[in-house]
């Protein structure tokens, strides 16, 4: 088949493939996605009691917010409204014409010549990458080149993390049945409510797909006939019940720019500098209220899961679980347990820790995670491929979109923050103006540079930042973004707004 010859690629339909075709509309980019649907994780990770956690008016696109009869409405959407959300969104945008389904990126060739490469010529109507599309309906190969090409394939989904084990201590050996969150997530009500019901289950982790899980292994367990589900927990994280502490709102501890201001952020002064340092006191003791409100309204001590880290590492790396308001009515009930150890394994009839406890099993569900970044290295070719591998094993991104030393191809969705949909649009609009040359990048050791910087304030931050989260500078990251497109970086009506009010996708609306 003839090389279809185009100028801009998408990869991935998800939130952030989406944003991408949007923002890029104009090019006409072709949007590859691997499923029969939009929605990414949403579609494809979730389970029947999946729920938004990012509060519904910072998960909403810029230009267009849910629907007028949501907009006051503080719940938390479920994964159903979210989708519905992302089709309207798609349908007001005319994006589905771009959108081809069923097509899953096997391959990307680099045409380019590697030495020459360099960013100044972006759209230079010449071929860059060349991809090969794998038709899973036709089981035919298409392969197509383009100009540029954005990847938005998601940091989770697809290829799941499993736990190593021993020799004779995997999943081998034990005779009920083992599956990851995201084969479950495959389940209808009806299948999953047979795989729970009545059975002896273990819950691997404690994020949030894992409590998910918890509290569907619960419901599915109600009454005599019903058997506690045991939670194995490695490390503790934050969990909140909803976005208020002590009666004041969440957003003023870490989203406004008054609050963001006493934490570190890249290419700060010196005199910054040594302010973080004066006022870090005052930086714990807001994560220590955090903690202390927590504590006393969740049975955290009770089971044994008051995390050893402080509210802020968390926070700052994007690990913030909002509870459903099931789980720990449902432990009280003794519903749901937990087993507390960094070591486990299998036996015969269930799994096996390291203080020589057992515990019986008919169902072991692994909610462990993904490898998103295993899924990138699949698809780019050497030497591509090993640029992605920093010291720091974060992914080493500009503006957390240009990797410097690949050329003509951005990457959306690999930067999180509170919101990620915010996070993946803003990017995508900056992308936008740099492909239509609007302004131009840095050289690639300045960019280099910058991102050195951010993977050392996150660093410092959080003991987890492999996670590439910006939520404890979000705002003046987003400053750095308006000032590279040439829009102004307080939008707010007032001063005080300025300060004291969070910043969501509608502070950056297009500057006309
Ligand atoms: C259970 C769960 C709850 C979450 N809750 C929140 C929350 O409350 N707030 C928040 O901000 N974030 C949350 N997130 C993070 C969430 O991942 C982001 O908000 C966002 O949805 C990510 O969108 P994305 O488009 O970047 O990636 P994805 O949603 O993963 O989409 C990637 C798409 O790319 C496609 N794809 C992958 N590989 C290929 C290929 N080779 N070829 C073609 N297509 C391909 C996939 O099929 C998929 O459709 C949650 C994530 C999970 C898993």
């Known amino acids: 088949m003839a090389v279809i010859f185009s100028k801009i690629g998408i990869i991935g339909g998800g939130i952030s493939g989406l944003a991408a075709a949007k923002q890029l509309s104009n090019h006409n980019p072709i949007v590859f996605e691997a499923t029969d649907s939009i929605g990414g994780v949403w579609k494809h990770c979730s389970v029947r009691t999946t729920k938004l956690q990012t509060p519904r008016h910072d998960y909403q696109f810029s230009d267009y917010p849910w629907p007028h009869t949501q907009q006051d409405d503080h719940t938390f959407p479920s994964y159903m409204e979210i989708l519905d959300y992302l089709h309207s969104y798609a349908n007001h945008f005319d994006l589905f014409k771009f959108i081809s389904f069923n097509s899953k990126v096997t391959e990307i060739r680099f045409l380019g010549d590697q030495e020459t490469m360099a960013y100044e010529s972006l759209m230079s109507g010449k071929p860059i990458w060349e991809v090969a599309v794998h038709n899973t309906n036709s089981h035919t190969i298409q392969r197509y080149a383009f100009e540029f090409i954005v990847v938005c394939s998601g940091k989770y989904g697809d290829i799941p993390i499993i736990p190593k084990f021993p020799m ?234 240009i990797h410097p030393l690949i050329p003509n191809m951005a990457f959306i969705g690999y930067v999180e923050s509170v919101s990620n949909l915010q996070t993946s649009e803003i990017r995508c609009k900056w992308l936008s103006r740099l492909v239509d040359d609007k302004f131009k990048l840095p050289c690639t050791e300045k960019m280099l540079e910058q991102i050195t910087t951010e993977m050392e304030i996150m660093k410092k931050s959080t003991r987890f930042y492999k996670r590439s989260c910006i939520s404890t500078y979000s705002i003046n990251h987003n400053d750095e973004i308006c000032k590279e497109m040439g829009w102004s970086s307080w939008r707010k009506k007032t001063w005080f707004a300025e300060a004291f009010s969070p910043y969501n996708s509608q502070d950056y609306e297009e500057d006309i």
């Open 168 to 401: 004779k201590k995997g999943p081998e050996v034990f005779k009920g049945k083992v599956m990851h969150s995201q084969d479950y997530s495959k389940l209808n009500t009806q299948e999953s409510l047979q795989l729970l019901k009545g059975k002896k289950v273990v819950v691997v982790g404690y994020k949030k797909s894992a409590i998910d899980l918890a509290v569907e292994c619960a419901e599915a367990n109600q009454g005599e006939e019903g058997k506690a589900c045991t939670m194995v927990v490695r490390t503790s994280h934050w969990t909140v019940p909803h976005y208020s502490v002590w009666g004041l709102p969440f957003y003023l501890f870490y989203s406004t720019r008054f609050s963001q201001f006493f934490h570190q952020r890249p290419n700060q002064s010196l005199l910054r500098d040594l302010l973080c340092h004066l006022f870090s006191p005052l930086r714990k003791a807001a994560s220590k209220i955090i903690e202390s409100y927590l504590v006393w309204k969740l049975p955290l001590v009770k089971y044994g899961l008051k995390p050893d880290h402080p509210f802020e590492e968390d926070y700052a790396s994007c690990q913030m679980a909002i509870l459903p308001d099931k789980f720990f009515p449902e432990a009280e009930k003794g519903n749901i347990n937990f087993k507390r150890a960094s070591n486990w394994w299998f036996w015969e009839g269930g799994v096996e820790f390291q203080d020589n406890t057992k515990l019986d099993a008919d169902v072991v569900l692994l909610a462990t995670g993904y490898d998103g970044k295993k899924k990138l290295k699949l698809m780019l070719p050497e030497p591509f491929r090993s640029f992605l591998q920093f010291p720091s094993g974060m992914l080493p991104l500009y503006r957390g979109t």
